[in-house]
């Protein structure tokens, strides 16, 4: 975990949390379903009368586009709202006969015939359930988004061709090419019955929901479609009794599936179409019915508690399979291809549905329609029904996903899928539209625009688009004619670099600083960003994205501890700031600003909820963590914590002077931070952490009585009792399990924890709270070469045992893993103390 960006995972913030008692809800996360039978509200139950109004006429409308028998498109509907809402990963989404696969439906009738065409629904439904098994919806929606509303698009132009025949009183053709064709002589046999029952249809589906008034508001909780047809049906009755009907045959002549017929390579496609269309169509619409419940949702909590709103999100796998049982079943009753509806199943949310309980019920109105109400629903006009399809078509061209897709400069896709579906067919639409798909795509990553200017003797090379294998001819011929020496910047704008083009601009950058080059790489918004590292300049990896590590940018021949600049993360406030001053100064300045813009740049926005939080309820650290302030030790990365974790005390030596010091120093800054820790933070453990090749330590070994007393020697005393230690033979030695100290460096560093520790005793707050057993004591060693910690004992640390032995922290340890004792760190990435 990046030791800019903390996680907190201890206890401390559980207290953070809100109550249940607060209203609030984690997204996605709703109250557990109720168990057992399906449990049905006065809200699902008139949800489910509203959708059944829908859902009866657009039935009956759909079979009539696809020129299936009539009965078909209720049994499509009464299985798509019980099955597929029983078994259904959307509880809200109402499947049944699908407008998406009226095109592919009506043309596999006309090859086919009805029994055949219900036997690859089957084929198509059985095929959705491995599908679903195979947890493989989720790949099916990453198509593009052109090409799947391009494909629904086409098909509804197919759809709005074919049911404006049936409105002006006639039979659809088998194409969309042939119901363009033969539009003309139509019209010119035109009656004008069909065409105005059609007509006031169009009206009253675009008007009703448009009604103005109080008198309007009341009459627009009727479906528009019920409405329409209802009104239709009324004015034919009386205006025109000659005008076609539905003609409902009777159940006992109802065709059933049979083997089919015809060849295999054939037969295999027509079920891979009528599987692909349902799918993306159900899809597409559980996402959006999840968009419709989640705005619902917030709505509802927004003007009082969180109930009904909340629903549970889709299962997409789940969904799929219930689709796939849904067509299989459909198909052995001899219905129409279902699928998920969005024109059903915005009305079944927007009506108030809490549950799939409304889906299912207005499955079984359906299924009672289809019995009881023949003679009502044979009085239906084929006109009125052909123009709610016709609308219904049109509607599935939406102008925001044009919109959408013009904006994301994918027109071109969108179109070409559209073209394809209308006049070659659906599966070979959405092929032309991944072609072209692929071809933009292919055509955006080889189109880079490289341009070269010049002012004032300072070149800017701009590149604008993917930098691949294909525009490194132009790249390197444009770099090339720049002279030698050159003060450039270069402006990447592109979200990709490939191996080609970085040698390229690696070899002419390490050419142009070789020869007293300036080169200076910035994005298109100015920021500077790294410039290519060179094989000579890898001696380190920054490991956070403080960019903090300045190794490869020491000039050559410069030692490692000579500061230089660092071009690549210098902000303009930087440069200003440090326009003043030596040149170590004004590296200095450079560098703390640059680290400053690079915080408020990147970690800031991250963490600034959790300080904020931190600054409304004050610190609460679980620990008190006392170490050197050698400039290698970064608590925060060794700790994996974060802020309000620990409270820091570092000094030189991580020492802990005795409180009975006398006048040998009157340095009260460490007692008072244990002090206020102790009692006022009331930390639960506290840690004095060494580290390898501690200067302090050098100095305490090689120091010199004669030598004059400096603050920092004068500091130091308090370190002596630790060499003391080590020099007794009534002290075993501080050791790694394993293995003996690598010089009286380390010997030292590890003895002078556990002293420490036992100054750290000596504290009147720490001696009572640990007679209280309310804290415990830690020592720790880590060292800097090997990235790796060791802890002391438990023994060693609380004063009682004789070991005084630091044993290594495995990746992945867990509570005393090692040592059989507490340990300090419980895995990685959890914050000590925690």
Known sequence: MSACVPTRNDHSSRSSRPSRASGFKRPHSPPPPPRGRLRLSGADLSASITVFLIAVPMSLGL????DAPLAAGLVSAAIGGIVAGLLGGTPLQVSGPSAGLTVVTAELIQIYGWRTTCAITIGAGLLQILLGSLRAARSALAVSPAIVHGTLAGIGVAIALAQLHIV???????????????????????EPAAPFIGALTIVLLVAWPRLPGRCGATLRRIPAALAAVVIATAVAAVATP?????DLPSWHSHALPELPRGPVAALATAVFTVMLVASLESLLAAVSVDKLAAERSMAASSTGPAGPGSVKRSDLDRELRAQGVANAVSGLAGGLPVSGGAVRSSANVRAGAESRASTVLHGVWVLLASLLLVTALEMIPLAALGALVMVVGIQMVSFAHIRKVHRHREFLVYGATISGVVFAGVLEGVAIGIVVAVAVALHRLARTRITVTEQDGRYLVSARGQLTFLAVPRLSRLLGRLPQGVDAVVELDGSFMDHAAYETIQDWYTAQTALGGTIEFTGRSGGRIAEPASAAHSCCRPWTPWRNHHCHDRVKGEPPTTAHPAPHVAPEAASDAASGGSPGQRHGAHRLLSGLSSFQRTTAPLVREELARLAAEGQRPSQL??????????????TASGPGDLFTVRNVGNLVPPPDTGATSTDDSVAAAIEYAVDVLGVESITVCGHSGCGAMQALLGADPETPRTPLLRWLQHGLPSLERMRSRQHSWARIAGRLPADAVEQLCLTNVVQQLEHLRAHASVARRLAAGTLQLHGMYFHVGEAQAYLLTEGASSGTGPDEVFVRVAPGAAW???????????????????
């Open 63 to 66: 079979a009539v586009a696809m």
């Open 168 to 190: 002006l009183g006639g039979a659809p053709r088998s194409s969309a090419l042939d119901n363009v064709s033969s539009l003309p002589s139509h019209l010119a046999e035109l």
């Open 242 to 246: 000659g005008i076609a009907r539905v």
């Open 625 to 638: 963590f006392l170490t050197c302030s050698d400039s290698r030790l970064v608590t925060s990365m060794i």
């Open 816 to 834: 005393g893993a090692e040592t059989g004792t507490e340990t300090l760190l419980a895995a990685p990435g959890t914050p000590v103390g925690a």
